[in-house]
């Protein structure tokens, strides 16, 4: 099947306000509420007529924009500035075309955009991800094709128009080899704030689910963050001997620091913590990642970026650097996802499997956020991802019980219901993919109750 062409009739976009079960912190910043974005597009697919797509991301403060002269709601405010752009862009298309060249239009015009209110560009990129997504929806749904499947096939008509670096046919032949995995594994995020003990502290997660996947996020001051590594490892060695961690310094470490804390674990009282490492994620500040090497940092640990993943160029100008690998992120745009995996797949073939694509995003709520995610890293056959959102909002939150209960009946081997409530059925340690792979759309299967959201803006055409 070749690339479907299709026109943008409508965007609607909402907002759902969500209050967090205990306080997150990552970097300097703590959270315990922000809204979650929610779209609805109309289109018309050639030669298959109308369908609506959905989708939802939680607008997280101070993480997409870090800028310590603006408060968190002024970076809230920013990303529905983004959204409510890419939305007016996308909707005022006029031509048929196929997915992907939506995006690369609107793309270019969002950034330029960006560029004149001084927003980074993980700002710039959310209002396009949301959207892209909710597209890819709406004419997966057209097609009667499953994601996987309509990747494989290319539906979306991705190409090298983003990234020059990569050529059609290596594109091609991506795409159309892809292999979903089966299940996700959970990896659980291991907070700042979050307690290693006593009710709700790590080893009741641990007794809850079958984990042997963690993330731990490091602060910075390397002291603390060195006797906190010790104090998990002692805990996990007790409960779960074969773990498996990854550390998140959030751009909180500089070159001297990040050397201090590499020796700790080389000979010092963290090599046991070692032997259980994969990789470290954005160790420095986004923009100071780009002048900083790695150099002999980077000789026996794996360093990703994820902060500093600001456009389609970030990840082949920080392999020069010394970097192995990118986070994949829907909110980022599952474009640049699939391109980037594309990047590793010719990184490897030529440099003997020394690069990788991460799946990270914390914030994946049950109902569409999730669901899309998960789906996107099973099919780039990702076989873990940082994923316990469910960890900091209980169930579906303030959505609607009917809300909650249609999400559960077209996933129900994703959700289930404990003490009254339906939420992620997180206690085998891992999310199967079978339900969000084989339904049309980009794993929806259902739409929240949007008489229960907040309108943001609507585009008409």
């Not at 759902?16 to 959270?31: D, E, K, Y």
């Not at 700790?264 to 002048?291: K, N, V, W």
Request: hydrophobic share 45%.
């Amino acid at each position: 099947m070749s690339a479907s062409r299709l026109r943008i009739r409508e965007i609607q976009t909402f907002e759902r306000p969500m209050r967090f079960a205990r306080p997150f912190r990552f970097g300097l910043v703590t959270v315990d509420e922000a809204p979650q974005a929610f779209v609805r597009v109309v289109v018309e697919v050639e030669g298959a007529g109308l369908a609506t797509g959905v989708t939802a991301e939680m607008m997280m403060p101070k993480w997409f924009d870090k800028n310590p002269a603006k408060s968190p709601q002024d970076t809230i405010a920013d990303l529905k500035a983004s959204l409510g752009e890419a939305a007016r862009n996308y909707a005022e298309a006029q031509d048929w075309d196929t997915a992907f060249g939506h995006h690369g239009r609107a793309f270019a015009a969002q950034k330029m955009w960006a560029a004149d209110q001084g927003l980074p560009g993980l700002v710039a990129s959310f209002g396009p991800a949301l959207v892209d997504k909710a597209v890819a929806d709406a004419a997966l749904k057209a097609l009667k094709l499953s994601f996987s499947e309509g990747l494989r096939r290319n539906i979306f008509g991705i190409d090298a128009r983003q990234t020059p670096d990569l050529g059609a046919e290596r594109i091609q032949s991506f795409l159309g080899e892809i292999q979903p995995v089966g299940a996700v594994l959970l990896r659980h995020t291991i907070g700042l704030l979050d307690s290693l003990d006593g009710a709700g502290g790590l080893e009741d997660e641990i007794r809850l689910a079958r984990l042997r996947l963690f993330k731990i996020k490091i602060g910075g001051d390397v002291d603390a963050d060195i006797a906190r590594l010790q104090a998990i490892h002692d805990l996990l060695s007790r409960h779960v001997a074969d773990y498996r961690a990854t550390l998140d310094a959030n751009e909180q470490y500089d070159p001297q620091r990040l050397r201090v804390l590499l020796q700790a674990m080389s000979g010092g009282g963290l090599r046991a913590f070692r032997e259980h490492l994969l990789y470290i994620e954005q160790p420095f500040d986004r923009t100071g990642t780009f002048a900083a090497p790695l150099g002999d940092l980077a000789s026996e640990i794996p360093f990703i970026i994820d902060e500093a993943d600001g456009d389609y160029d970030a990840f082949p100008r920080t392999i020069e650097l010394g970097y192995r690998g990118i986070s994949s992120k829907a909110c980022k745009g599952f474009y640049k996802s699939v391109l980037n995996a594309v990047r590793v797949s010719a990184l490897n073939e030529a440099q003997s499997g020394r690069f990788f694509v991460s799946a990270e995003d914390l914030t994946c709520q049950p109902g569409l956020g999730i669901q899309q995610d998960t789906a996107l890293v099973a099919t780039l056959g990702l076989s873990h991802a940082e994923r316990n959102g469910h960890h900091y909002v209980e169930g579906f939150g303030p959505a609607p019980d009917a809300e909650a209960a249609r999400f559960a009946a077209a996933h129900s081997d994703l959700y289930r219901r404990h003490d009254g409530r339906i939420g992620l059925a997180f206690e085998r340690g891992s999310l199967p993919t079978a339900s969000l792979l084989s339904a049309p759309g980009f794993a929806s299967g259902a739409e929240p109750d949007w008489s229960s959201l907040v309108p943001l803006a609507q585009h008409h055409r």
